[in-house]
């Protein structure tokens, strides 16, 4: 896929002239080239045949989740930030406004998460994720009114090329809702508050949303696994917690998270 990229623009700490384009199967310096040029985004380099990765806590943070329940969370939230999928650790990652990460931990406490061991995990300053691979106007998922990413079509479209337990091909991660060049990706982002100028939703419902989507998927992934036990093994009692680690997890849903995840009565609803 070509994608047009600024001939005068190199990724920052980038010694390398402007003609001299890398040949051959990894076209990392083109990738950095589009997210640092035409996204403005800072990027970083990795080793050799690595996609570059994506600084966080400059632009956005980002949280991360199981693909299962990432795409679960993209088939209940219709708005969001730029989503995207790492097929190499099968996560899916939710860019957020810039300085959330550090509220996460105080979110899930309010929303009655604490104490419950979710795979729910936020990078801030001085994190990275993989960069996706960059996408040119012909590859945009559609929206209901045509544009790029961002609602709830953009989720069905990827939903159709990628699954949860469907490989991206060559590549180590996609988008499945892109940025879109050209605009400010802060007024996208889920924010505390009011959410994003973008139509993004708040971040307490996304994070709410999230903790629900990975509690839910990680009971489903204990009862099949007990189910695949012999009968004469499976724990029998509460003492034998010990030897089942998700005994001591709650297996009702928070009721404050229950209710800024919109899956409350609409009246009993943020």
């Known amino acids: 896929m070509t994608v047009a990229l600024p001939c005068p623009c190199r990724p920052s700490g980038d010694p390398t002239p402007p003609g001299d384009q890398p040949r051959g199967p990894h076209p990392w310096r083109r990738w950095r080239q589009w997210y640092e040029c035409v996204l403005g985004w800072p990027t970083a380099p990795t080793a050799y045949r690595r996609p570059p990765e994506l600084i966080t806590g400059v632009r956005f943070d980002a949280l991360g989740m199981p693909a299962e329940a990432g795409f679960a969370v993209l088939d209940r939230v219709a708005a969001t930030g730029p989503v995207a999928l790492d097929g190499r650790t099968r996560t899916m990652w939710f860019l957020t406004a810039a300085g959330s990460a550090d509220e996460l931990p105080g979110l899930l406490g309010w929303l009655e998460w604490g104490g419950v061991a979710l795979e729910l995990t936020a990078r801030g300053a001085g994190g990275r994720i993989v960069a996706p691979e960059p996408l040119d106007g012909a590859s945009w998922p559609q929206t209901g009114d045509g544009g790029p990413g961002g609602g709830r079509g953009a989720s069905r479209a990827s939903r159709g090329r990628y699954g949860p337990q469907e490989s991206v091909g060559p590549v180590e991660a996609v988008w499945l809702r892109p940025p879109e060049p050209g605009r400010d990706v802060e007024s996208t982002l889920p924010v505390a508050g009011l959410g994003g100028d973008g139509g993004a939703p708040d971040l307490v419902r996304l994070v709410g949303a999230a903790a629900t989507e990975c509690h839910r998927a990680r009971l489903l992934r204990a009862g099949g696994a007990r189910r695949d036990q012999p009968p004469g093994s499976r724990p029998g009692g509460p003492g034998d917690r ?24 609409r009246s009993f609803t943020l």
């Open 242 to 265: 010990a030897r089942d680690p998700a005994g001591d997890q709650a297996l009702a849903f928070s009721y404050a998270s229950r209710m800024s995840a919109g899956t409350r009565p």
